[in-house]
């Protein structure tokens, strides 16, 4: 059902070209997306979705609005060719998805690797009861300092391109 | 009855596509984001479907429970998810700029100007 | 910004509540859903609140630029340093329970300092890419 709405959300954002509406649009898109992460036992996952994509990315992208253009340009003519090379991806992947195991399968492929131990030995070596707090600091904390620093990469190159807030002003007060 | 566990799956791909559509057929470079935005997040919704397991819950040990939703994904998805606007921000920073340099967010527009050049 | 009074009020009264709250998920997520990079992002969030109702220049001067930069490197420093400490006690890099007597203790440490070091980065991030944004918004 939330899926569904989802799915509704996704054409309107394909279809409109008020480029305000879609991002208020895309901000709905990403509450649902968090509520549909509460469903499937994702706590973490929800939490961190709802902040950022109905808070912190909406912001972005209306600053960027603000900067650049509200509409989009009509488009000049249409042409068929993206379309057709989308339904055959989709088609090919849906072909693809037969042989996936089934929905909430206990005895799925993903299930019986590794995450077997890290809910039941996390405890004992760790002391967490969030196990998705255990796996992400503990055991894979390489995994997690590359992200931060990319992060940390992705804040340098915004300061890079934009300048870091207070002496771009300067400048450009300079310059007018 | 089988197809119906399939169900999450197709919703993914719809939504990949969806967004994949906006990126090759529109020239607008912020709808352009959008779109990406769109594909990434089927891709989490994706790893998050796979992980549940049918009767668990959320996974934080507690006593009483003895199912739960497998974490790994939940864990990769979480870190993707920040990484992801941060990536994000770079992008729009990036359309920012070439709006400076070019006057315009149409890429038929820029391709237009650079060829006049 | 006078006709904006009822925005301001509430704003006034949720901002404490928020970053308080983000203090909350930064400590408590070893036991419940919460962690460093939510707890960076709802931080985040909460200045960006503060900026957008009462202007980026109120802002700034509450958290300066130079600042938050330095920020945005303490928080992968510390990150990194957790792991250099662990490999000076004796142990493999980013092997947190040489960092105290008790294996269990030592994980606990070492999760809630690296938990602390992805908050800081995650919302110094946040703040200033959003500052940046908005400072091009005025020029």
Redesign the interface.
Known sequence: MLLSFLATTAIAVVVLRDLFAVVMLFGIYSLLTASIFLVLDA??VA??EA??GA??ST??ML??L??TARTEKKPRQWSPLPLVVVMITGATLIYGTLDMPRYGDPSAAIHQHVAPRYINESP???????I???V???YR??D??GE??V??T???G??V??????R??KK?GEKS | MQWLGLYNYWIVIFLMMAGFYVVISRSNLVKKIVGLNLFQTSVFILYISMSKVQGGT?P?LKEGFAVYSNPLPHVLI??A??VG??TT?LG??LV?RIKEAYGTVEEDEIHNKDESL | MKHHLVLRVVAKLLIPLILLFALY?QFH???????G??A???F??GF?LYA?VFGVDTA?AVAR?PVV?VC??L??LL??GV?VVSLLLGGR??D?SVLADD???G??L??LL??L??GI??A???V????????????
């Open positions: 706590v973490d939490f961190t902040a950022v808070g912190i912001v972005l600053a960027t603000a900067l004992h070596e760790t002391g967490i009861p969030n998705v707090t255990s992400l600091a503990s904390g390489y997690t300092l931060v620093a992060i940390f992705a804040g340098v915004v300061m391109l934009l300048g870091a807030g207070t771009s002003r450009k | 959320a934080i979480l870190t998810i920040v606007v941060a921000a729009l920073a920012v | 998920v997520g070893d036991y419940g859903p919460g962690g990079f939510q960076g992002v709802i985040g969030a960006i957008l700034t630029p930069r945005v490197a928080g992968l990150f990194s792991g890099y980013l947190y294996p269990v203790r994980q606990h070492g999760i690296i938990e070091g992805v980065t995650v110094a991030v946040m200033t890419i959003f500052f940046a944004f908005a400072g091009r918004e005025r020029a």
